[in-house]
């Protein structure tokens, strides 16, 4: 679904990643794991569209997406949330989720004079999916609060919503895990694993629980000083030498 073919990013003399090539199967739950520092964030940011590569080059489902804009890639089926949830805060869960879908009716000004039967109908059908979304992320008992009024962790799953309220290929989530407490985080895990069992949904996760990636993600890429690493299995990457040595001894064993 994404390929990375040897991209590089540099901030002057700094080479943030370098020749790296990374490929994220179709229904997979890739691991993208690596001590600070990495370059994990940076190659995120190139292939959701907020950086543009020094060189190399991007495909997304077989087509070459290296430069494109966020909204672009919006468009072509590609998501990502952020490790600090993006939510507007001053309006409810609800609404959150509604304002996802592109190019609403009720968005053009002739439509809301002259065809208000058509922006509601729309409105109905999108409040509806909306519904829907928050039932499946267990979120009812929340729908009408403010999104600001939130736990970090039910932050993250209304975020992880927000990509329910489109026709995603691609999601990438960024720490999704962080200053998520262990029971949020469960079913934070849970719905990842339902999108992608159910409904075909392809994901790639920056995480730093080993537990949560070794849960979810097959396979895992370790990323250190810009580069690809290794890849494999959860077990096979945190037993790997390299690996272990690259976390300056810390003992991904442990963890």
């Given at each position: 679904m994404i390929?990375?073919?040897?991209?590089?990013?540099?901030?002057?003399?700094v080479h943030a990643v370098e020749k790296a090539s990374i490929e994220i199967s179709k229904g997979s739950i890739t691991g993208l794991i690596g001590p600070n520092g990495?370059?994990?964030?940076?190659?995120?940011?190139?292939?959701?569209?907020?950086?543009?590569?020094?060189?190399?080059?991007i495909y997304l489902d077989g087509e070459d997406v290296t430069g494109l804009p966020p909204y672009e890639l919006f468009h072509k089926g590609l998501l990502r949330t952020f490790q600090i949830a993006h939510e507007f805060s001053t309006l409810t869960v609800l609404e959150n989720l509604m304002?996802?879908?592109?190019?609403?009716?009720?968005?053009?000004?002739?439509?809301?004079w002259f065809r208000p039967s058509m922006v509601r109908s729309q409105e109905a059908k999108i409040r509806d999916r909306a519904l829907e979304v928050i039932d499946f992320l267990n979120l009812s008992h929340v729908a009408q609060e403010l999104a600001g009024n939130l736990s970090g962790g039910?932050?993250?799953?209304?975020?992880?919503?927000?990509?329910?309220?489109?026709?995603?290929?691609?999601?990438?989530?960024?720490?999704?895990?962080?200053?998520?407490?262990?029971?949020?985080?469960r079913e934070i895990g849970n719905a990842i694993v339902r999108?992608?069992?159910?409904?075909?949904?392809t994901f790639c996760m920056?995480?730093?629980?080993?537990?949560?990636?070794?849960?979810?993600?097959d396979p895992v890429i370790v990323m250190a000083e810009g580069a690809v690493l290794a890849q494999g299995t959860a077990q096979e990457v945190i037993s790997n030498e390299a690996v272990i040595e690259a976390y300056l001894g810390r003992g991904l064993k442990n963890k």
């Open positions: 390929k990375v073919d040897c991209v590089s990013k540099h901030f002057g003399g990495a370059g994990k964030t940076t190659m995120f940011n190139m292939i959701a569209g907020n950086l543009t590569p020094t060189a190399g080059s304002m996802v879908p592109a190019q609403q009716a009720g968005e053009g000004l002739i439509n809301a039910q932050k993250k799953l209304v975020e992880l919503g927000r990509t329910m309220m489109v026709d995603a290929k691609v999601v990438l989530l960024d720490e999704v895990g962080a200053g998520v407490n262990r029971s949020l985080l999108l992608n069992k159910e409904q075909g949904y920056i995480e730093h629980d080993m537990d949560f990636i070794g849960r979810l993600c």
